[in-house]
C-alpha cells in the first residue's frame, strides 16, 4: 500500500502542476499588464477614470485603448491624404 502511495502522489503532483501551468498561460493572455497600467494612470481622460471607478479597470482601458487606436487612426489617415 505504502508503495502505491510512493508511486502515485508524484504523478498526480506532476498532472496538477501541468494542469496549473496551462490555466496560468489562459491567464496571462487575459491579465492586464503594469505597463498598461501605468500608462492609463499618467494619461486618463475623466470619462476614464469614471469608467475605472464605475465598471473596473478592464472597461477604462478598452476605452483607453480606443481613444489611443483613433489617435493613430487620425494620424496615419492625415498621412495618407499629404502623399
Known sequence: MTAW???AV???IMFFALF???VEA???HVAVQ???VEEFLESARPDEVRALYGH???RALELFRL????GRARNLSKKRVRS
Request: glycine share 14%; net charge positive.
Open 34 to 36: 503594469e505597463d498598461e
Open 67 to 70: 481613444r489611443r487606436l483613433g
Open 10 to 12: 508524484p504523478i498526480v
Open 20 to 22: 496549473m501551468e496551462r
Open 56 to 58: 473596473g479597470i478592464g
Open 5 to 7: 502511495f510512493v508511486i
Open 26 to 28: 489562459k491567464l496571462r
